[in-house]
């Protein structure tokens, strides 16, 4: 019959002298390198509260386009900056500016909701330039940017 081995009291250690070439029992644990690096990091948050009417519209365009909320962004601002004639290459660093306040509060701002998006860099350039230039701030600019282009694609019957 075999001897049964007591249970090792858990209060107790069991020292191990340096040298010793058995494995240890917890190896380190690190963390995985990192072999590319993250894609999304050259893209800018850049947020505005929206009426329904003009989330209503880009959901719609959203529908018929095939296109992201980000892209609307994007061509809408790019579009409505080409109007303006905001050039589309701005000095670097620009992009990191802080985008003007609304000259006036929002009548109403319960009846607004936040729809923030990351633009391109050259995209968030343009869009503070395009606020300086209108004097406006980017909660009034980006919307009457979307708008045009909604406007612009339902008179070339693109959406």
């Known amino acids: 019959?075999?001897?049964r081995r007591q249970p090792a009291d858990p209060r107790q250690v069991t020292f191990q002298p340096p040298g010793d070439d058995r494995a240890?029992?917890?190896g380190p644990r690190t963390r995985p390198s990192r072999r590319k690096s993250l894609q999304w990091t050259d893209r800018i948050n850049t947020g505005a509260r929206l009426d329904e009417d003009t989330i209503?519209?880009?959901?719609?365009v959203c529908e018929h386009t095939s296109?992201?909320?980000?892209?609307?962004?994007?061509?809408?601002?790019n579009y409505y900056?080409?109007?303006i004639g905001i050039p589309a290459e701005l000095p670097p660093g620009t992009e990191r500016e802080r985008i003007p306040r609304p000259s006036e509060p929002a009548a109403d701002p319960e009846s607004l909701t936040l729809i923030t998006v990351r633009l391109l860099p050259a995209t968030r350039?343009?869009?503070?330039?395009?606020?300086?230039?209108e004097g406006l701030g980017g909660q009034e600019f980006i919307p009457d940017a979307l708008n045009a282009w909604f406007d612009h694609l339902d008179q070339s019957g693109q959406s």
């Open 24 to 26: 240890s029992l917890a």
């Open 56 to 60: 209503a519209r880009m959901d719609e």
């Open 67 to 77: 296109l992201g909320v980000q892209d609307i962004w994007e061509s809408a601002i």
């Open 125 to 133: 350039a343009r869009l503070v330039a395009g606020c300086r230039q």
């Open 81 to 83: 900056c080409d109007q």
């Open 1 to 3: 019959m075999a001897r």
